[in-house]
């Protein structure tokens, strides 16, 4: 099984500030990897799938890159409805998440 | 739309029902997975397994108590998870993928809270 394992646990930050989540594979991936929000009592929103397209809908703060092993979601201008809790996904080989980065301010 | 629906409640040992009613698509286009994603209390997430062409794909991990099912007739797929125990208790959802290179999960339903408890 393929593990993902997300840093940082928590991140703190203001509104309007830059928040760079990461998340690592435990084997290659290539660029099967998806980012999705999840605010509290609701279904996860899928943000970014290819490591790096946009779902529909996503605004263009949220950036994902990377490929293989290393991956980060970007988020320029953290806005009050970004708050909440974000995990990857690989797709590669089977599915995996990763452990979530609870994002507060 | 994806929705789920099931009892809330299960007995130790027994069997997890649950079924994902789907609108707005159909579920025997090739184009589209249909599968089961659940969450723990507090915890993350965990893909159960999936559907494609009426062909089930599941975890390794649960594969031997998962079994899964397509109702054209209505437009549902089920999730059936046996011998259950206190660490099945969870959010279970459903939710919409792409075809078997696409994974990722793009539609959910809101997710139904299942709690294992005699």
């Known amino acids: 099984e393929i593990v993902m394992t997300q840093s940082p646990a928590t991140l703190s930050v203001s509104p309007g500030e830059r928040a760079t989540l990461s998340c690592r594979a435990s084997?290659?991936?290539?660029?099967?990897l998806a980012w999705y929000h999840q605010k509290p009592g609701q279904a996860p929103r899928l943000l970014i799938y290819?490591?790096?397209t946009r779902a529909t809908g996503v605004p263009a703060r949220f950036t994902g890159s990377g490929s293989g092993t290393e991956f980060t979601l970007t988020i320029s201008s953290l806005q009050s409805e970004d708050f909440g809790l974000y995990y990857c996904?690989?797709?590669?080989?089977?599915?995996?998440f990763g452990q979530g980065t609870k994002v507060d301010i | 739309q994806l929705q789920e629906s099931g009892p809330g409640l299960v007995r130790p040992s027994q069997t997890l029902s649950l079924t994902c009613s789907v609108s707005g698509d159909s579920i025997t286009s090739s184009h589209y997975s249909w599968g089961w994603v659940r969450q723990p209390p507090g915890q993350g997430l965990e893909w159960i397994g999936s559907v494609n062409s009426g062909r089930p794909y599941a975890t390794p991990s649960l594969r031997g108590r998962i079994a899964m099912s397509v109702d054209t007739s209505k437009n549902q797929f089920s999730l059936n998870l046996n011998s259950v125990t206190a660490t099945d208790t969870a959010v279970y959802f459903c939710a919409r993928s792409g075809g078997l290179a696409d994974w990722y999960f793009d539609i959910w339903g809101r997710g139904t809270l299942v709690t294992v408890s005699s």
């Open positions: 084997q290659g991936v290539a660029t099967n």
């Open positions: 290819g490591a790096s």
């Open positions: 996904q690989q797709y590669n080989n089977w599915q995996t």
